[in-house]
């Protein structure tokens, strides 16, 4: 594991998290057994979309640390400089940490917004069959 990978195990544990709940969500919606009332859910879309928003500011102030200078010219200055650039951008830096959790409260929205159409499936079901037990 290196260092960038150790130093954001928590990050991605709660990554994991993230996608699990997003998963479940998803699985519930599919075989009808959550459907949520529309404006919940659209709450808990537009809080998803609130907190993607904030990591989108966070990437911007975190472009800073993507480049690290005044560490010298020596071969372990480059090195250390590199490993600094690598724990913000590298394949499993922080910046891809924070981009992926943004595409998971994406999709976590879209999650939402689905079992918000299931409500509205069923109550229209309810109501058509309702509307046919009266004639």
């Known amino acids: 594991m290196t260092s960038a990978e150790s130093g954001f195990a928590a990050a991605k544990e709660g990554l994991k998290a993230v996608s699990g709940q ?3 969500i998803n699985s519930q919606v599919s075989a009808g057994k959550l459907a949520l009332d529309p404006e919940v859910a659209e709450r808990a879309a ?3 979309e ?3 928003d ?3 500011k966070l990437i911007n102030e975190a472009r800073a640390i ?3 200078s005044g560490l010298g010219d020596y071969k372990p200055g480059a090195q250390l400089a ?3 650039e690598d724990k913000a951008e590298g394949e499993a830096g922080a910046l891809k940490l924070i981009r992926d959790m943004q595409a998971e409260l994406d999709k976590q929205a ?3 917004r689905e079992a918000a159409k299931q409500y509205r499936a069923t109550d229209e ?3 058509d069959d309702f509307r046919r037990g009266l004639q």
């Open 22 to 24: 997003t998963q479940w």
């Open 66 to 68: 993507t480049r690290v």
């Open 54 to 56: 904030e990591l989108t």
């Open 50 to 52: 609130e907190e993607g």
């Open 110 to 112: 879209a999650a939402f």
């Open 46 to 48: 537009k809080r998803c």
């Open 125 to 127: 079901q309810n109501a």
């Open 82 to 84: 590199q490993r600094f």
